[in-house]
């Protein structure tokens, strides 16, 4: 039996099809017609010998062939990357340091550094977790090289800075919210959608410790709205928010990135809750011109965290 050899080029194609959502903009995105990437998709098939498509109201979703297909094309893409970029950067030496919030620790922290590690064995990397105040301050004492991390709004951005995304501040909750027996749930609950009553019970809040650009967003909205509330779990881990969160403690609010399964984000409408704003997601650099290292990192961690919002669009929770 002759044995298959995958296209990467076909790979491409299909996996960036499924991250946007739709072939034809992967088409505009990789610069071919609609009719050549309509080809490569059957050419993918005929490789693959199953179907891996099936229609889906006016688009097309995979079949359980095409699942598996996805999840080897991406490992493959992956690994070729890095392969290339291994060989363009062998020599690549140096120094990077690198800080970001913890909302990013999960989710990109070890992809990232492990490809580039992997891609780059002459680089010494150091690595921090810390609040979005303290980054600032140690790229501005010239302690770090990159720094991913939340903007308020509540500081100028520094001039290396770059704006990555503007995301949604969202309530979030317990994953379960019929586990939690408290006063001031099952209230909400059985008055959700009655807007002309106000709940008497005062909002548990469970947010991060002073200073927090977002606890001040957050109170001022409640205070704006007449919306009592009260203070329920404090914490400067994020970590422990969320357990708190899943716990029925009360709730918090994020951004939609990284949410672990345990929480999720409410509709604050139906729970009469006020409206919040967006924040920015920044990468700021030390220098306008930084380091080979320095540079090469800063790539992949965009590449990642734009793959990580496509995903999010296209999959919500």
Sequence with gaps: ?????????????????MALGSYARAADKLG????????????????????????????????????TLLAY?????????????????????????????????????????????RAHPKVRIEACVARSGELRERLELGQLDLALAWDAGDQPLSPHAERVAR????????????????????????????????????????MLD??????????????????????????????ALWAATSAGLGLTVRTPFGLPTHVRALDRAVLSL????????????A???AEAPASRLATLLLEAVRQHLQLETVQPR
């Excluded at 071919?32 to 979703?61: C, D, H, I, N, Y």
């Excluded at 094309?73 to 913890?102: I, K, P």
């Excluded at 995301?167 to 001031?184: F, H, K, N, Q, S």
């Excluded at 006020?274 to 650099?285: G, H, N």
Aim: with cysteine; glycine share 8%; net charge positive.
């Design 1 to 17: 039996m002759t044995q298959v050899m995958f296209d990467l080029d076909v790979l491409r194609t299909f996996s960036t099809g």
């Design 32 to 67: 071919r017609s609609t009719s050549a990437v309509s080809a490569q998709l059957k050419k993918l098939e005929s490789q693959a010998g199953t179907v891996l498509f099936r229609k889906e109201g006016r688009g097309l979703a995979l079949t359980d062939a095409g699942e």
């Design 73 to 117: 094309a991406h490992r493959m893409l992956e690994l070729n990357d890095e392969a290339s970029a291994a060989l363009r950067g062998a020599d690549l030496q140096g120094w990077v340091r690198l800080g970001l919030q913890e909302d990013f620790g999960e989710t990109l922290l070890p992809a990232v550094l492990g490809r580039f590690a």
């Design 167 to 206: 995301m949604p501040l969202l309530w979030i909750g317990p994953t379960a919210p019929e586990r939690v027996d408290a006063p001031w749930w099952t209230e909400r609950e059985h008055r959700a959608g009655v807007r002309a009553v106000k709940s008497k019970e005062p909002l548990p809040l469970i």
């Design 210 to 239: 002073a200073p927090c650009p977002l606890r001040e967003i957050v109170i001022t909205a409640l205070d704006r709205a007449g919306l009592p509330w009260r203070r329920a779990f404090g914490s400067a881990s994020l970590a």
């Design 274 to 285: 006020p409206a919040l704003p967006q924040i920015s997601l920044v990468l700021y650099r």
């Design 287 to 289: 220098q306008a011109r």
